[in-house]
Each structure stands twice: as C-alpha cells, then as structure tokens.
C-alpha cells in the first residue's frame, strides 16, 4: 500500500510579485505655472478662420521657473455652453513663445465647429461659449497634469460665429426626371422643419439623400401628411412652389406662387402694393424698380403668406425688412436657385 498525503496550500505565496506601476509625476505643481487668456471680446467667425487656415489661440502657460531640458509645456482644453454642467474636449497643440519660458495654446476652428455643431447648437447664430485649460507637461510622449485633474485656468469667454450648416430635403419628380440632384430642395439647420422654392409639376416625392437610399416621404393616410411607404404626392399646375415639410410630425405643405414682387415704403407704390417682377424659368425673377428712402421686402402673389426679408445675400422667410439701396433707378433681380437666396441689386 502507499500512503498518500497532501500537503496544504493556505499559506501558498506567488513566487513573483504583482508587476508594479509607476504613474508619470508632474514635474510642477499648479503654482509654478501661470496660466493667462489669449482670447479677445470680439468674434471668432469659423467660417472664416478655416478658409484662412488659422488656428486659435485660447490660452498661454508660462514656467515660473526656467523648465528642465527636454520639457516643454501644453495645455487640455475644454469647452461648455452651460457653464461646465456639460463639457467637450477639444486636441490642441502649443506653439514655443518666442525668447520665454511660455506656450500658446491652440485649437483647431475646424474642430470646434464640428464639436459645437454636434453637441452645443446647429444655429448659425453668435452665441458665448466658455474655454477652460488644465496645463500639462511634456517630455518627448509622455505627459502630465500641473496640479490636479480639476486645477483648470479660467473660464475664459468666447464669443463664437459657426458655420452655416444646411440639411437639404431633395424634390425627385416629373419635373426633374425624378433625379434628387437635379431638383430644387428644402432646406434647414436642424434636420426637421424643412422649407423652400421648388419647381414641381405632377408627382413628386421629398428625399432626404441625394439619391434613393435616404428616407423618402409620400402621401399620408390623411391630406397634407407623409408616409415613409407612401405613394408619390402631386401638385398641378407646374410652376415655383413655396414649400413646407416637418419630417419627425410628417406634415407638408405646398403653396403655388404665381407672381413675386417688391412692396414697401422704398418702393413705387409702398406697403399698398407690389411692384411686379418677371422670371422665365421660376427661380430668377427681374425688374427695375425705381427706389426711394424707406425699406423694403419680396412678397408672393399679393400676399404675405410667403415673403423674404433680411439680408440681401442670405434672405429668409419672413426675414426683417430691407433697407433701401437709396434713391434711384435699380435692376433687381432675385435669386431663387442656390440656397441661401439672395438679391442683388445694380443702380441704372
């Protein structure tokens, strides 16, 4: 027989142990650093600045003290509409001021745009917007807070112009051949209440793609409703339509324009009646109209269902009124196939 036994293993040990970790350290703590706003009161057009290629400069971070070799300085940015209830990172790079120990930090406006378009607003209105910066350390890759991950310099105010972002609802139909790029769209900023001039005639349906593999609205159970697996809607006669979709209610509307004119105090007959303008293929209309002092504004069909206003390079739908150009005879011509409409206007 053989005698068995077993030897117990309570007071067994990993013969290794646990790997250990060893977090980067900054080399400075939150006072050795200061920490100043470079952005000024005026207004930061992204539009403008990516067309220029520009970046942004929101902060600089300055040593106290001479920095050790290989060290260099930088800075996390982040950005809020609500004061930090809600905040948004953005990458930044930092450019060496020139004869000091001291880093401008830079953001990209193409980023920022992207950032504030999906997450703070799709207007394309001025809005105030507040940056933060917690400094950093760098040495080649690796990086390190200054102080704690809540010491952050600011906020700093910016007053931000963002881009023009417009969601497009295409018009496929017997006017056009039923091809989406073809047809005069709707449009919006938010992706939901669509409107616009567009040229129908007979069966239509509205697409929010440039082709067929978007969704695409038909007729509804009951009039002036869509349906996504609807039949094709239709209009007679052929001819420009002032437009309306709500795409999350699934409504529409459609309204026949038959004339398009100026009206107001600036204009031959006032606010009493239209000065008549012509087009010949419905989305450029012309005339030359004899303009005093006052203001102005584009009405369809004698009416003020559908009218233009506000500025002369991007009109809307009941826009402000426009002011006069000044006395004189002008060509007018408004412009109905690009979006945003627009006027232009040539004195004679």
């Known amino acids: 027989m053989f005698a068995l036994s077993f030897a117990a293993c309570d007071d067994y040990k990993e013969p290794n142990p646990a790997p250990q970790t060893n977090p980067q350290e900054s080399l400075f703590k939150a006072s050795d650093v200061a920490v100043s706003g470079d952005l000024n ?7 403008e600045l990516q067309a220029a290629g520009e970046s942004i400069t929101v902060a600089t971070v300055k040593a106290v003290a001479a920095l050790p070799a290989g060290c260099t300085l930088g800075g996390n940015v ?14 930044s790079s930092a450019e060496k001021v020139v004869d000091e120990e001291a880093y401008n930090i830079l953001i990209s406006p193409a980023e920022l ?4 378009f999906n997450n703070i607003s799709t207007s394309p209105d001025e809005k105030e917007i507040k940056v933060r910066v917690l400094a950093k350390t760098i040495i080649g890759k690796q990086e390190a807070i200054i102080g704690g991950p809540t010491d952050f310099a600011g906020p700093y105010t910016m007053k931000v112009k963002p881009e023009v972002r417009y969601a497009y609802l295409y018009t496929p139909g017997a006017t056009n051949d039923w091809n989406q790029t073809a047809s005069r769209p709707l449009y919006c900023l938010d992706a939901i209440h669509y409107s616009g001039y567009t040229v129908l005639g007979g069966e239509f349906k509205f697409s929010d793609a440039p082709n067929w593999d978007g969704t695409n609205y038909g007729e509804g159970e009951e009039p002036g409703t869509l349906s996504t697996d609807g ?13 309306t979709a709500n795409v999350e209610e699934l409504t529409y509307t459609t309204y026949y324009v038959s004339t398009i004119g100026v009206i107001g105090d600036a204009t031959p007959n006032g606010w009493n009646g239209s000065t008549a303008l012509t087009s010949d293929n419905y989305l ?8 005093g002092e006052g ?11 559908v009218n233009l206003g506000g500025k002369l390079t991007e009109l809307s739908q009941g826009g402000d009124n426009i002011p006069s150009p000044g006395e004189g005879t ?10 945003p409409y627009s006027c232009t206007l040539v004195k004679q």
């Open 41 to 47: 009161a005026g207004v930061y057009d992204l539009t």
């Open 78 to 91: 982040e950005i809020s509409a609500d004061d930090f209830a809600t905040s948004y990172s953005l990458s």
């Open 113 to 116: 745009e992207d950032i504030y």
């Open 231 to 243: 039949g094709n809607l239709s209009v007679s006669p052929e001819g420009l339509y002032w437009c």
């Open 284 to 291: 450029v209309w012309k005339g030359v109209v004899a303009f």
């Open 295 to 305: 203001e102005f504004k584009f009405r369809a069909n004698d009416a003020w269902d």
């Open 330 to 339: 002008y060509e007018v011509t408004l412009d109905l196939s690009k979006i």
